[in-house]
Each structure stands twice: as C-alpha cells, then as structure tokens.
C-alpha cells in the first residue's frame, strides 16, 4: 500500500470523527438554544468551507472528499440557520 493510499483512509477516518462532531454541534445548537461558542461569521466561514472542498473534491474525483462534504454541507447549514435565528431572535 503506497503512502498516498495510507493517507487518504487516515482522511476519510478521521473526516468521519469531525462529521460526527459537526453534527453533534448542530444538534446541540438547534436543540438546547445553546449557541454562544458560534457566530453567524463562522457559520458562513463554515459552509463556504465545505463546499469549496466539495467542489474540489469534485474537480479531482476523489470520493473520500466528496463523500464527507456531501455529509458536512447539510450538518453546516444546519448550524448556520441555528446561528442566524438565535442572532435573530436576540436582536
């Protein structure tokens, strides 16, 4: 197994960990109101984030990328709408 081989598994894995935690947070933000360690900036930062992985991901055809961006998009604009309506609300 070449090295590069080795390297994309260890992304795709540890990707894998970061969605989880992604989604944790959305979660966490959408349902316990409990938004003070996010800003709309970071969620913006966020989402342009990922779909610029995305579409890189895409450009190169390499599916761990793909896969895992495809997975983080959503989890991200989730946050982002619990970020926005929490900055809503409060203002």
């Given at each position: 197994m070449h090295f590069v081989d080795v390297m994309r598994i260890l992304t795709f894995v540890t990707s894998i960990c970061l969605t989880y935690g992604l989604y944790d947070q959305a979660w966490k933000a959408w349902n316990n109101k409990s938004k003070e360690a996010y800003s709309l900036p970071l969620a913006i930062f966020l989402v342009a984030?990922?779909?610029v992985w995305l579409t890189y991901g895409i450009a190169?055809?390499?599916?761990?990328i793909i896969a895992i961006c495809g997975i983080n998009v959503p989890a991200v604009i989730w946050l982002m709408i619990a970020v926005a309506f929490k900055t809503r609300v409060k203002n």
């Open positions: 984030n990922e779909t190169i055809r390499e599916w761990p």
